[in-house]
Every structure is written in structure tokens, then in C-alpha cells.
């Protein structure tokens, strides 16, 4: 009778044990929201080489996160350009080539600096925009003509905002950038880009060398009005 009493108690111990396991990892899981993996997403200026994911992956993990946006019309306007390596380098150097050109030679140091952050990412990814796509559109829908460069930009927007979040979310900085319009020649002939391109940002990602600052929201009662 002892000896089924111990077993008893040994078989109920692992079972509390196994089933306090599990219910811990469940409300690890039901507790990480949607809105948890929006909050990953931060700007991260200080960025590194050191990826553990592969370059394959990370193509086709943005190229999956853009695939997932909506868009006007279904029109699918957004054009992505992802650089590694040699190329995220070149498109860098190329940056500051322009910069150097456009900034007073007493700040430039500043924005070289600022520059050379960027290049020492992991990877850079461009956004364009699509004009034939748009202006065909216009010409489709005259009522709206106006309309779809918005939309376009709300587009590009979204495609941005769902790569940076799907980088945040496998534990990589990245931080937006908007040296365009004045590079966008210079980038274009050097990467063959299509004319019909627009270059609408650039978005330098890597591993996280330095944490995001703290981020001061302004009052909810500021940016919110709930009314029923």
C-alpha cells in the first residue's frame, strides 16, 4: 500500500511538473500579440555584419513581408531592390559621393558620419514605386488621377513599414533612410534601375550593435478621439 502511495505521488508530481510546463509556454505564446511584434520595430543606428541568417533567407523573408501589402486597386506598384554585400557597400559610397557634393564642406562630417553607419549594416533595402503602373491607372480612371500618387506613397509605406517589422521580428536593427531624390540618378545608372522607377526610401538593416533610445510618445489624448 506505501509502495503505491510513493508511486501515486511521483506520477502526480511529474504530471503538476508536465502540465505547469505546458501551461506556462501557452500563455507565453496566447501573450505575444500581434501588436507585441509591431512594438520590435524600432530605429537602430548603430548596425553590424553580424547576421546569422543567410542572404537567401533574408531575399525571400522581404520579399514575402511585401508580397503580404495591400494595395490600390490591386495594382501591386512597389518595386524592391535588396543590396548585399559589394552592392550595399557601393550604394553607400555612392551616397556620400552625392552628399559630398550638396553639403557644406564645414557639416559634412556630420552626414559622412552618419553615412558610414549605414554602410557598416548587413544589407540595404530600396523602395521604388512603379510610375508606368500609376500613370496607367490615371489614364484608366481619370476621376481618380490625383488619387494614385497618394495611394502610391500609402503603398510604399506599407511595404516599408512590413519589411522593417518582419527584420525587428527575427532580431534585426534596421533604420529608414531618405537620401532621395538627389541620389536617385547616380543609384539608377549604377544598378540598371528601370526608369519607370521611383525611388521612395532606403531602409539599412543588421545586427543590433546599440539599442534603440527611449521613445517619448506623445499623450493619447493628443493623437486619439474614441467617440460612440
Avoid at 120 to 125: L, P, W
Wanted: charged share 25%.
Amino acid at each position: 500500500m506505501a509502495l503505491l502511495e510513493k508511486i501515486g505521488h511521483v506520477l502526480t508530481s511529474d504530471i503538476t511538473k508536465d502540465f505547469k510546463l505546458k501551461k506556462r509556454v501557452a500563455e507565453e505564446i496566447h501573450e505575444l500579440t500581434f501588436v507585441d511584434h509591431l512594438k520590435k520595430r524600432r530605429s537602430i543606428y548603430v548596425l553590424g555584419k553580424k547576421v546569422h541568417y543567410s542572404q537567401a533567407y533574408l531575399a525571400e523573408l522581404i520579399q514575402a513581408a511585401v508580397r503580404s501589402c495591400p494595395s490600390a486597386l490591386n495594382s501591386q506598384s512597389s518595386r524592391v531592390v535588396v543590396l548585399f554585400g559589394e552592392s550595399h557597400e557601393k550604394f553607400w559610397d555612392i551616397v556620400k559621393q552625392v552628399q559630398r557634393k550638396l553639403v557644406a564642406g564645414h557639416v559634412f562630417a556630420g552626414t559622412e558620419m552618419k553615412i558610414e553607419q549605414c554602410a557598416a549594416g548587413f544589407g540595404t533595402v530600396l523602395f521604388y514605386e512603379d510610375q508606368q503602373i500609376i500613370q496607367r491607372l490615371q489614364k484608366k480612371i481619370p476621376f481618380n488621377a490625383g488619387d494614385f500618387p497618394v495611394w502610391s506613397e500609402q503603398t510604399s509605406g506599407m511595404a516599408q513599414y512590413a519589411v522593417w517589422t518582419a527584420l525587428a521580428d527575427s532580431g534585426i536593427g534596421a533604420c529608414l533612410q531618405h537620401y532621395n531624390p538627389s541620389i536617385d540618378s547616380a543609384v539608377a545608372d549604377y544598378f540598371k534601375i528601370d526608369a519607370s522607377w521611383l525611388l521612395r526610401a532606403q531602409l539599412v538593416f543588421g545586427s543590433i550593435e546599440q539599442d534603440a533610445e527611449l521613445k517619448h510618445d506623445p499623450q493619447d489624448g493628443e493623437r486619439f478621439r474614441i467617440l460612440v
